[in-house]
């Protein structure tokens, strides 16, 4: 707790950002050959298992905060509500009553245990999409998704749902509700668990004067320390290729086509990278095992070396400048100087034996998500990192000047190799940026506090990654961060 503490006096150290990531530096915008290329990779290689790991913890209060304002008194909210009522998926006439309506009484039975009561209930289990046979929630939808494009070679889908304690019951029902009809209907096995935000990763409160917030009790107040805590959750699953997109970045299914081919694509282009990289490293240690085997009777201090090491061979030389180019064109990683030959191809063992990322981006039009840039790491090399507006210093005028020029965003569509090229499980807890985080403004029971958010799962918690970002269509985007949404037409 004290080392919470003092990052509440200190704060988080700005990152040097070097440029917006963009086209051609940074974020690879695929021609139609290589979508093609990328989809059929995705169907033909070798995967040690596959999961679709889905965020869905916390109540949906933030999706319904208009709706809450016009409780008492009618606002644009909830007379938009009320004129679209019979157009969501959640209308019913036996709770609502029949047109016309009223605005404060829909907000009323929309939100309180007098109707739905949703405004207590988590996004998972809300109902989204009306079809002519049906009505489905947000984790209807990701079932629907995932047997389209992660299915295992057995016939599997596996999903890892993360979810509130509180909402367990909820989740459960739900799950009850459509498993075994979705398994005929796809001609699929559903393997799905429920994991929680492990409690070790709450973090400490503090009030105004950046003391322990205490609860009327006396106690302490701790609190989920934000999604990077999700990166223990991640890090216990034993599959290889992980599918990552948040529970209420959903459509309807005559449009998921668009989705399920880029994911197929995301999918591809990591697994592309992935035997790639899993190449070099072998290569390289061909090289170091070759070293091993020479006497060190032919040491030349000098030079730090061997006459005969085989880190100075032209093939070496040539297989290191082969990956330097890769790693700078590819990922937008250049290593400092090297001291040495080894010491060089040390740098570029290291830089491959990473887990990998490809994270999906699109074009910025006007959505909220963390931003792609090109970052200075301590080490002094670069690499691809995903940005909030909050991490970036608004005192620096090169800073402002790379938020300025970016052009894309993350809609939080990525997908993960977690082994590495021997088939050994990454430790994932290895490559967290804990130099990175969040403080926040909060409030409890009516009281202001400032809360402490840890790396974010695709911030910080990955910094140490290999990264790549791959241009989307903004079509693949239908997150539903008010209610007011699900009147677009991507879930109409």
């Known amino acids: 707790m004290n ?19 963009t086209p051609g530096r940074g974020i690879e915008v695929l021609s139609e050959e290589q979508i093609k290329e990328a989809s059929e990779y995705a169907d033909s290689a070798e995967v040690k298992g596959k999961c679709k790991f889905v965020p869905a913890s916390g109540a949906a209060s933030r999706m319904f905060k208009d709706i809450f304002a016009g409780l008492e008194s009618e606002n644009a909210s909830t007379r938009k509500l009320a004129d679209n009522l019979e157009k969501f998926a959640f209308y ?54 995932g047997q389209a ?46 994991t929680y935000q492990d409690k070790e990763t709450d973090t400490v409160a503090v009030d105004s004067e950046g003391k322990p917030f205490l609860k009327d009790d006396g106690s302490i107040l701790f ?33 998921q086509p668009v989705t399920y081919l ?25 090289i170091l095992e070759v070293r091993s085997e020479i006497s060190d009777a032919c040491f030349v201090p000098a030079l730090n070396m061997n006459q005969d090491d085989p880190f100075s061979t032209p093939e070496c030389q040539e297989l290191c400048n082969e990956i330097e180019t890769f790693l700078k064109d590819e990922l937008c990683v250049e290593i400092p100087e090297p001291k040495d030959c080894r010491d060089r191809v040390e740098k570029l063992r290291d830089k491959l034996n990473r887990p990998i990322r490809v994270c999906g981006m699109v074009k910025n039009e006007g959505e909220p998500g963390g931003g792609p840039f090109i970052i200075r790491d301590k080490d002094g090399s670069t690499s691809l990192q995903i940005l909030e507006g909050a991490q970036i210093n608004p005192d620096d005028p090169h800073a402002v000047a790379c938020l300025k020029s970016a052009t894309h965003f993350n809609p939080v569509d990525l997908v993960c190799c977690l082994k590495n090229y021997k088939g050994e ?34 911030n910080g918690s990955m910094s140490d990654w290999n990264t790549l970002f791959v241009e989307v269509p ?19």
Request: aromatic fraction near 10%; include cysteine; glycine fraction near 6%.
């Open 3 to 21: 080392a919470q503490l003092e990052r509440f006096r200190k704060g988080f150290p700005w990152l040097k950002i070097e440029a917006a990531a």
């Open 149 to 194: 494009y992660m299915r295992n070679a057995d016939g599997s889908v596996k999903l890892i749902v993360t979810i509130s304690p509180e909402h367990r019951d909820l989740f459960e029902a739900e799950l009850a509700a459509i498993k075994d009809k979705y398994e005929k209907k796809y001609g699929v096995k559903y393997n799905v668990s429920f």
């Open 92 to 145: 019913c006439p036996e709770v609502f009553g029949a047109a016309p309506f009223e605005p404060c009484t829909c907000a009323r039975k929309l939100l309180t245990d007098d109707g739905l009561a949703y405004g207590s209930k988590p996004k998972g289990v809300l109902k989204f999409h009306r079809y002519p046979d049906e009505i489905r929630t947000a984790l209807a939808e990701h079932f629907v998704e």
């Open 474 to 492: 903004i079509e693949t985007f239908n997150p539903v961060k008010v209610v007011l949404d699900l009147l677009r037409e991507a879930h109409q």
């Open 262 to 286: 880029w994911k197929k694509v995301l999918m591809g282009r990591a697994l592309q990278l992935r035997d790639k990289i899993f190449g070099y490293l072998c290569s390289l240690d061909q």
């Open 425 to 458: 499980k990454f430790n994932l807890l290895n490559h967290i940026d804990e130099e990175t985080g969040l403080i926040s403004s909060k409030s409890f029971q009516g009281r202001e506090l400032r809360a402490l958010e840890r790396p974010g799962l695709w």
């Open 223 to 255: 609190r989920p320390a934000g999604h990077g805590a999700l990166i223990f959750n991640l890090d216990k699953l034993d599959e290889e290729l992980v599918s990552i997109k948040n529970i209420d970045n959903v459509c309807v299914e005559r449009m």
